[in-house]
């Protein structure tokens, strides 16, 4: 299984993923990361890592099965952000199931 990832640590083609995330869900001591839930325009925020699309991008697919917040949780390798680059390296000791 995958890593979740967490905002503030784990990027997404070298943008690290700044949130909002799940505020109240923390993994390793950092807030969880989430993809987009009902609309696409809520998935989370990852900084600008080159020319579009990479200058504004989010966190567009996630977790069928684990919810945090109302919202898909990212995890690793699997979670991609809407430049088309996959979530990485994710947590150690916790996993996400897909």
Known sequence: MPGI???GV????GGVIV???APTVLAEGFIVSCASGAT???GDVVTTHGE???NVALIQSGSATVIAMGRPVAMAAFSL???GHPVGPGAV???VGI
């Open 5 to 7: 990832a967490r905002v």
């Open 10 to 13: 784990d990027n997404a083609g």
């Open 19 to 21: 949130g909002p995330g």
């Open 40 to 42: 696409p325009e809520t």
């Open 52 to 54: 579009p699309p990479h």
């Open 81 to 83: 952000a809407t430049c």
């Open 93 to 95: 000791t916790v996993q």
